[in-house]
């Protein structure tokens, strides 16, 4: 019983020890660009010309829903540059059976987001986060963040789960030997994440259709672009000139016989025939792609869902 006891003391002291380690770590960060803080997180502080109150992207879906393809096309544009943070729920739950309080937590994951977005690349005018399981959480990003914008990829969900299992892509409960099960663990997600959009509102979320934006990529990335308030530019549409800088798509496979979304762009054929046409380059580069040894790290914060 008083062994038991003391482990929970433990437990706990370390939880809160951890704690107090992030809050200073961001507060040292925050000193190292010239600002003067007093040991705690003060969120309302700047992080070089970005804040909490900066207008960030968050993109969100399912995995295999097209949440690398429209981060890949963004990224294209001269004026966003992309970033990835990775929380865990259950260091969430683990610091506040220990006691620390919902406005601290808060404060630690704004300070710890806006370090790691900002301090991930190059400046740009607009910081853009790409996580799947972000729009699972879209209404707490928002309140932490009021000018920051959503965006939901949307898939049909039995190409989602399709590419899941012929794909092995490991999703926590998700079993590749029962596409049924794998279908309503789908739905249930997605549900989730719909409301979450809902609930934020269409003036900070914005549901994109991976189908459209593939078959119409000029459209819908106008349409993206205006709800995010940033101008139109080209090199959107080429973001395969891109493909390289910390982003690989998958191929598409032409005889998965998918069902029938509509008749593509004429820009879509030709990019398609312009593949075909010169085979043996793209298979180079995908290969090339294969091989590079990954820059991104895994950093983790936590949240609740």
Not at 145 to 162: C, E, Q, W, Y
Not at 180 to 185: M, N, P, Q
Not at 244 to 265: C, F, M, R, T, V
Request: aromatic content about 8%.
């Amino acid at each position: 019983m008083i062994r038991g006891r003391a482990r929970t003391v433990l437990l706990v002291v370390i939880l809160i020890g951890s704690v107090l380690y992030l809050l200073i770590t961001a507060s040292a960060l925050f000193t190292a660009v010239g600002e003067v803080t007093s040991g705690v997180i003060l969120p309302r502080r700047k992080l070089g010309n970005i804040s909490l109150y900066s207008p960030l992207i968050f993109i969100g879906g399912m995995p295999r829903s097209g949440t690398t393809l429209i981060r890949a096309m963004l990224d294209a544009h001269p004026s966003i540059r992309w970033a990835q943070w990775k929380k865990s729920e259950k260091e969430w739950n683990r610091l506040k059976e220990a006691g620390v309080n919902d406005q601290v937590l808060d404060d630690a994951i704004t300070s710890f987001i806006l370090q790691v977005i900002a301090g991930h690349g190059e400046p740009a005018e607009r910081l853009c986060n790409k996580d799947p399981f972000t729009m699972k959480s879209a209404e707490y990003l928002a309140h932490l963040f009021p000018n920051s914008k959503f965006l939901l990829m949307i898939r049909d969900g039995r190409a989602t789960v399709h590419s899941i299992i012929s794909r092995k892509v490991t999703i926590s409960g998700f079993d590749h030997n029962d596409p049924r099960d794998c279908l309503v663990r789908w739905n249930r997600i997605i549900g989730v994440m719909y409301e979450q959009c809902k609930m934020i509102g269409k003036k900070l979320c914005l549901m994109v259709y991976y189908e459209q934006l593939v078959l119409h990529p000029e459209e819908q990335m106008r349409r993206i672009l205006n709800f995010l308030d940033i101008s139109w530019h080209d090199s959107v549409l080429h973001h395969e000139n891109h493909i390289g800088k910390g982003i690989s798509l998958s191929k598409y496979d032409p005889n998965a016989n998918p069902p029938k979304y509509g008749e593509p762009d004429p820009i879509v054929l030709r990019n398609t025939n312009e593949v075909h046409a010169n085979i043996e380059a793209w298979e180079k580069k995908a290969k090339e792609m294969v091989n590079v040894e990954p820059t991104e790290k895994n950093l983790i914060v936590v949240k609740p869902v």
